[in-house]
Nanobody, 125 residues
Framework: QVHLVESGGGLVQAGGSLRLSCAASGRTDNVFVMGWFRQAPGKEREFVAAMLWGGVSTRYADSVKGRFTISRDSAENTAYLQMNSLKPEDTAMYYC??????????????????WGQGTQVTVSS
């Protein structure tokens, strides 16, 4: 099992930036895909971005393309989500997820055995 811990959330004005971190521990050798999802109050958890842990392939939701960047530091077993040009509609709890193959996380479906506890992002207008 992979243990994930997110950090870096906070309150920011529209147009601002934040960088989220997701530190992985435990069976990190099993990680093939890392992804970010978000969930706003009263809404379902939605896909934000994903990447292949051992390569350079990435995927993004249309709503964040050109504004968000997913990256990793393999040596530190940490994934990042750089969020620029933030909008009030980006306000949500952000979660990272991991999977051992090209599964739901890579496909943008919020179904994983490994989730972090989440970090809150609030964007004021």
């Amino acid at each position: 099992q992979v243990h994930l811990v997110e950090s870096g959330g906070g309150l920011v004005q529209a147009g601002g930036s934040l960088r989220l971190s997701c530190a992985a521990s435990g069976r990190t050798d099993n990680v093939f895909v890392m992804g970010w999802f978000r969930q706003a109050p009263g809404k379902e958890r939605e896909f934000v971005a994903a990447m292949l842990w051992g390569g350079v392939s990435t995927r993004y939701a249309d709503s964040v393309k050109g504004r968000f960047t997913i990256s990793r530091d393999s040596a530190e077993n940490t994934a990042y989500l750089q969020m620029n040009s933030l909008k009030p509609e980006d306000t949500a709890m952000y979660y990272c997820a991991a999977e051992r193959n090209l599964g739901p996380v890579w496909s943008g479906v919020a179904n994983s055995d490994s989730w972090g506890q989440g970090t809150q992002v609030t964007v004021s207008s």
